[in-house]
Structures are given as C-alpha cells and as structure tokens.
C-alpha cells in the first residue's frame, strides 16, 4: 500500500520535472531573443538576396544592344518534360549572302507550368537562356503567366551560330 | 425507446470518415474508420485523391525527365528518390560514376533524411497537441534548406541528381556549411529530447500504442525506420550498399518493442547516425568530375533493371522494363510508404481514435509517395 503511493508521488513528481524541463527549453528561447532566426520577408526585400542558382523563372538573355544568343534550335522545347517552352521560328532573307536564315519570332514561356527543373538551361548549346532569380509570380489572371521572352526587336548576336 | 431497439444500435457499428482534409492526415488521405464506441474496429484507407499518374507518364518521358518527377513523389526525400532512378539508368548504360558523385550524392541523400525526420518531428509533436515542437522543427530544417538552396537552385523540388553524376558541382562554402550545421544541431538534438521524448504525456500517449509485431512488419513489407522499431533489420544501406554507404560505418537503428515511442526514438536516433555519416564524408570529398558526359538522348538497352534505395521511409524501390527506346515501356516505383500504410488496420484495431493520430504520425506518412 505504502510503496504504491510512494510509486504514485514519485510518478506525479517526474511528470513534473519532464514538463519544467521542455519549459526551460523555451524559456531560454523567451529570455534570448537573438537566437530568433525569422526573416520578415516583405519588410525585408530592400535587403533579400537570393542565391546565384536559385531557379525562380527562364529568361533569355539580352545583351546592350538587344541581342540575344537564341538560334531558334528548340532544344530546350524538347527538353522541357512539360511543354512550357514553345519556339516559333521564320525564315528571314538575309540581304546580305541572299540566303534564307531561320530567326525566332517569338520565344513563348508558360511559367504556369514550368517545374524549374533546369533541363532546358542544361541542353541550349549557345547558353541562350538563364534561370532567373525572381520568385514573386503571384497574379490576378492565369494568362498573365505566358510571356514572350524576346523584347521587340531584338536579333540574334553576331558570331554565335559559328 | 424500447430496450430492444436500444440494444440494436448499441450493437450496430457506426462508421466515421477521417480525412481526406483532416489536419492530422498529412495530405489528402481517407480513413473510413468503423467504430464501437471510441475503440477503432476496422481501419480502411481509401486513395486516390492526388493520383497524378507518375508511373504512366514516366512512359512518354525520355530517362532525364523522369529524374524531376520522382521529386514530386515523397517530396521530403527527394534527393533519395532521384538517386535511385538516377542509379537504375547508370546500371542500364553501364556508367561508373566518379568517387566525388558518390560521396556528393550521400551527404546529400542524409541531409535530406536529418531534414526529413526533423520534419517529422515537429509534425509529430503537432497531431499530439503541442504546437511548440512544430517551430523548433522547422527552424532546425531551414538550415538544411539554405545549404540545399545554394548547392540546387531550389528548397524542396531539387532536381539534383542527373544521369552520370549531380547537375551542379557543390559551391565553395558547400563544406564549411555543412559543418557549421553539424555543429549547431548537435546542441540543438538534446532540445528535443527535453521537449517531446521526456516528457511525460507524450510518453503517456505513445508507450504501448499501436504495436506492429515483427512477423507482421515483415510480412506487410514495412520497412525504413518503422520496420526497424519492430525489430525487422531492413536497412538497404548495410545490406546493399549503394553510391559511398559502403565506405562509412554507422549502426543500424533496432529497436524490438514496435510500439509508436519506438518507432519515434528509431528516427531520432537515426538523427545522430546522419550526422556521424556526414561527419565522415565531409572532410575528405575526392578530387573529379561533378557529371561524366552522357548522350543528349540515353537509351537503355532491351532489359529489366531494379534498383533500392533507403529513404527516410523505408525501402524505394525503381524498376525499369526497357525495350531499348529513349523512354521505358514500363516503369514501377515501389513506395516506402504504400506498404506501411497497409499495415495501419494491424496497428491501430481495438485502441482509440486519438491513438490512431498517434500512429499515424509515428509511421510518417507521405500522401503523395502512396498516391502516386
């Protein structure tokens, strides 16, 4: 009877202890505020750098002068497990040679369904497209999601298909 | 009421549907529980809530492809998974990847389980009612994700592992971070240990509940470090090593008892075994290339090809049927956590609802590894 109730108290006083004990834990935590690893994401954005590989959105890269190294190959179309990379190619008349050289028209990218799996970056073979560092896509309407990445008027770069 | 009527109903079992949005499921699982009382008669999960299909569009996707989609399966142990379809395709085209592939690919498959138990943990602490746990969970997690955001591009759909070797070779500080990180959750474990697995109603709720003897965790195929609480020695890393397992030492976890507080000191202790493997990989990573060079198309030749790897849930499995094309004719991925979901009915019959949360949490399910 006697060792039941000691066995009772003892059990009770344990309880006790483990519960002050996880309470030290975050007492510590209370009285050391700089241990508080939180970021305040939106106050912070001035401040927010993200890392070189971070892989937010495809852009294609366009130099001073508006050129951009696309040869319209559409590796990175087939590439690309989801069908958000679409290449619309023309052929232009070159007045120069007097040949007829392909030209992208438009360089169309869903980023509603992207997966940022990086293949299409890995099989362009003139190192035309980029992973761009952005992450805020959020918009009001899905259609805004589709881009054309080649700006207006812009040609391709002088030696990159050599 | 005559007494005759209140005695059928009294007899007749009543049937409760827990999920598919229940908080304490992890994802969209439906548990069709059939009740006496508040004692659990039959346990019956019902799927098919997020099935997306991977294994059939695995089919149209040429070998490269697939490696991004397995991410989508258990996404908490993403880099296990596509080392696994990373590592059947290298035994079709007969690639040897370097030394420096193998031991990248290790440290990284173990931060990915310390990142997936830490997880679980706070998860864990969360379906038992103590929201604290959830938040030192997490905060002990970003470390790892921030070393993964530098080295992948990404925080949780990685994408790391290619064909031949890893995508990107690791940064300059991938080390020293690494072990800053080493450093800091050795002190901050014990933590844990003071919060959740001392204390007393945690235990209360945990201790005897939900036992899985060892001749049914072997025969439902549960494995990973649930099959291990019941004493079913499954670790695919001792017994077929793959990529620089064969190079560490470290103890496989086993506990006999097979009851939910088990099943939660085998995955912390599986903690302090990661760290000790990463601790011996991390200062001696060989000199080499980060990829060997494959054909822009891989074809694998006509054949079958198997391949298992540990994740933090227990064995994954990809089999490959090639019929020498550039994409597989059938592709099969044996989830960790399909078969111990099978094994739920066996836990929980004849213990309450709120044990049934219990277990749920301590056999870390991942909805969409089941519902693939």
Redesign the interface.
Known sequence: MIKSIIKYIKEVLGGLKSLLKGMRVTGYYISHPKEIITQQYPENKDTLKMFDRFRGEVILLHDENNEHRCTGCTACEVACPNGSIEIISERVLNPETGKKKKEIDKFIYHLSMCTMCNLCIESCPTDAIKMGRNFEHAVFDRSLLTSVLNRPGSKLAPGVED | MSTEVVNEIKEQEYFINMGPQHPSTHGVLRLLLSLDGEIIKNVEPHLGYIHRSIEKMCEK?TY??IV??TDRMDYLSCHMNNEAVCLAVEKGIELEVSDRVKVIRTIMSELTRLSSHQLWWGVMGMDLGAI?SFLYGF?DR?MIIDIF??????RL?M?YNVPGGV??DI?NNFQKRVKEFIIYFKKKLP?YD???S????F?ARTEGVGILSKEDAISYGVTGPSGRASGFSCDIRKQHPYSAYDRVDFKEILYSEGDCFARYKARIDEMWESMFIIEQLIDNIPEGSARETTR?VIKLPKGEFYQKVETARGEFGVYIISDGKKSPYRLKFRSPGFSTLNALNTMAKGSKIADLVAIMSTIDLVIPDIDR
């Open positions: 996707d490269k492809m991004h989609l604290t905060r970003e955001e530098e080295t992948c591009g990404a759909t994408n995508m990107f940064p933590e003071d919060l959740l001392n204390n007393v109603i235990k822009a």
